[in-house]
C-alpha cells in the first residue's frame, strides 16, 4: 500500500506596492523560510508572476520540496476572492484586470487562493492575533489606504462581489469635504489616511501662526507627527485629536451597523499610541449607538504587519480546495 503523505506547508505570498514577501509556512504558523523583493522592479504583470513563480519554486525546492507543500496563498491591494483577479489596483504597477490567481496556478501546479489585502490581515489576526476566538470582530489597517474587513459569526464577510469593507469610502463630510482618490468628496481616507493627516497638520499651520515644532520639520508624516506630540506639542497633538475624532465617528457607524466585540486597528497610523486612541475612543463613545456604549474594544494589533500579512496569506492558502500536479 502506498503511504499518504499528509502536507504539512503551505505559501503565502504578501504583494504590496513596496514589497512582495513570499515565505513557506507550516501547519502550526512558523515561517520556515521568508524572502522579498521590489514590486516595483516588474512593470509587466507577466514578468511578475514567472519571476515570483520562480523564486516560489527554488524557495520550496531548498526546504523540502513540492510534495510537501499543499497550496498558496496571496494577499494583494484591489483583490477579490469572487473573481480570483486583482482589479483595478490604484497603487500596483499593473492596471485593469489581472487574473493573477490562474496565472499563478498554471506556472506553479498547485492551487492558489487569492484575497484583499484587508482581509488576509483579519485572517491573519483571526488565526494567530489578538482577535484568535472572537466570532464578531472589524480589522482595520489604517496607512495610506484605510482597509477593513468584518468577521461575522466567524467567517470573513467577503461581499457578493468580494469588495466589502472599504470604510475608506465612506463619506464623513457632507458639504465642502476634501477631495479623494476615488473620486468622491469627503471620504474617511481623505481625512484618516496618512496623506489626510500632513493635510490637517498643514491646514491647522496655515489657520494659526501658533509655533509648532512641526514647522521645522524636513518631511511631515504621520510618524513625525508623532513624535512631535511626543514632545508636547500642541499643535501636533491638535492634528491627532481632529483624527481621532473623525476615526471615532466613523467606527461608531460603523460599529452601530454591525454590533462587533471588538476593533482591532493595525497599519502604520496604528503606532501613534494614545494621541490617536484617545480621541478616537472618546468619539466612539459619543456616536456609538447607546446600548453598545462601553461595550466595544478597541485594540491595537500585536503583530507586526508583513509578518501577519504573510500568515494571514499562509492561512488562506489552508482554506481553498487542494488540487497539485505533483501528487
Ligand atoms: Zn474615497
Redesign the pocket.
Given at each position: 500500500m502506498e503511504e499518504y503523505k499528509i502536507k504539512t506547508k503551505v505559501v503565502g505570498v504578501d504583494i504590496s506596492n513596496e514589497l512582495t514577501t513570499y515565505a513557506i509556512v507550516d501547519i502550526r504558523g512558523n515561517i520556515i523560510a521568508e524572502e522579498s523583493f521590489l514590486t516595483s522592479g516588474y512593470s509587466d504583470v507577466n514578468n511578475f508572476v514567472t519571476a515570483l513563480s520562480d523564486k516560489i519554486v527554488n524557495l520550496v525546492e531548498a526546504n523540502g520540496g513540492y510534495e510537501t507543500i499543499r497550496s498558496i496563498g496571496v494577499s494583494s491591494p484591489s483583490a477579490s476572492s469572487v473573481s480570483g483577479c486583482i482589479e483595478n489596483a490604484a497603487n500596483l504597477p499593473w492596471k485593469g484586470i489581472v487574473p493573477l490567481s490562474a496565472m499563478l496556478r498554471d506556472r506553479i501546479g498547485l492551487a492558489v487562493g487569492l484575497s484583499n489585502d484587508a482581509h488576509v490581515s483579519a485572517l491573519g489576526e483571526f488565526t494567530f492575533g489578538c482577535a484568535h476566538g472572537m466570532k464578531n470582530f472589524i480589522i482595520l489597517s489604517l496607512g495610506v489606504g484605510i482597509g477593513s474587513c468584518f468577521f461575522s459569526a466567524g467567517d470573513d464577510h467577503t461581499g457578493h462581489n468580494g469588495y466589502a469593507g472599504e470604510f475608506?469610502?465612506t463619506c464623513i463630510v457632507n458639504r465642502n469635504g476634501r477631495a479623494?482618490?476615488?473620486g468622491?468628496t469627503g471620504?474617511l481616507?481623505?481625512y484618516v489616511g496618512a496623506a489626510g493627516i500632513v493635510n490637517t497638520a498643514k491646514e491647522l499651520m496655515t489657520e494659526s501662526d501658533a509655533p509648532t515644532l512641526m514647522r521645522n520639520l524636513e518631511k511631515l508624516s504621520p510618524r513625525t507627527i508623532k513624535e512631535c506630540c511626543d514632545q508636547g506639542d500642541e499643535m501636533a497633538i491638535e492634528v491627532y485629536r481632529r483624527t481621532g475624532e473623525m476615526l471615532g465617528l466613523g467606527l461608531a457607524n460603523y460599529a452601530s451597523l454591525v454590533d462587533p466585540e471588538a476593533i482591532i486597528l493595525t497599519g502604520g497610523i496604528s503606532h501613534a499610541g494614545k494621541w490617536l486612541l484617545e480621541p478616537t475612543y472618546q468619539a466612539f463613545e459619543e456616536h456609538v449607538f447607546g446600548n453598545l456604549r462601553g461595550k466595544v474594544k478597541i485594540l491595537v494589533s500585536k503583530l507586526e504587519d508583513r509578518e501577519r500579512d504573510v500568515l494571514g496569506a499562509s492561512a488562506l492558502a489552508w482554506s481553498v480546495p487542494e488540487y497539485s500536479l505533483f501528487k
Open positions: 475608506g469610502h479623494c482618490g476615488c468622491h471620504c481616507e481623505s
